[in-house]
C-alpha cells in the first residue's frame, strides 16, 4: 500500500468500519451502536471517543478508535485494526498518530493502551512510537487466552 489518507470518520464509513473489524480475529467485536456513537466527534461530555480511518486503493484499510476522560489528563488508544494486506505500510502509525494528536488537543498528556502479548508485530509500533511497557493484566484476552500488556506513552513525544 502505497498511499492512503487518515481521516476522522463519517457516518458513512461504518458500515465498512464494521466489516473490517468482524474479519479480524483479535479485533474487540464491539456493538455496531458503539462505533455509530462515536461519529461525529463534536460531542461534549466526560467521556469523548474519536474514531479515525485509513483509506487507500479503493477503499477503507485501518481505524483506531481513542478515549479522553474530561478531568484526567490520561487517555486511552482503544483499538487499532489495520487489513492484513495494508500491513507494514505505515497504515498503524498514522492512525495511532492522528489517535495521539486527537488526545492531545483534548488535553491529555500521557496514552495508555493494552495489547496482546503475543502480538509483536504491533507491540514493537507501539514501542516505536514511544509507548513502554508498564504492567501486565494476566489472562485478559479471550479466545484465545492471552496476556494484555499495557502500555503508556506522553502525547508531547508525538
Do not use: Q
Not at 500500500?1 to 480475529?25: Q, S, T, Y
Not at 478508535?65 to 487489513?83: D, F, H, Q, R
Not at 514493537?124 to 512510537?129: E, Q
Request: proline content about 3%.
Amino acid at each position: 500500500m502505497k498511499e492512503f489518507k487518515v481521516r476522522l470518520a463519517r457516518v458513512e464509513d461504518l458500515a465498512a468500519v464494521i466489516a473490517l473489524e468482524r474479519g479480524v480475529a483479535e479485533a474487540p467485536h464491539w456493538p455496531v451502536e458503539e462505533y455509530g456513537a462515536m461519529v461525529p466527534d463534536d460531542r461534549e461530555g466526560w467521556v469523548r471517543r474519536c474514531l479515525f480511518v485509513a483509506e487507500g486503493g479503493g477503499g477503507l484499510v485501518g481505524f483506531a478508535v481513542g478515549k479522553t476522560i474530561a478531568m484526567v489528563a490520561e487517555a486511552e488508544l482503544e483499538s487499532v485494526i489495520v487489513a492484513a494486506a495494508a500491513r507494514r505500510a505505515g497504515v498503524g502509525r498514522a492512525l495511532c498518530e492522528a489517535v495521539v494528536a486527537w488526545c492531545r488537543e483534548a488535553g491529555a498528556t500521557t496514552v495508555e493502551l493494552e495489547v496482546r502479548e503475543g502480538n509483536s508485530g504491533a507491540r514493537a509500533l507501539y514501542r516505536g512510537l514511544g509507548f513502554v511497557e508498564v504492567g501486565i493484566r494476566p489472562r485478559y484476552y479471550r479466545e484465545p487466552v492471552e496476556d494484555a500488556i499495557l502500555m503508556r506513552a506522553g502525547t508531547a513525544s508525538f
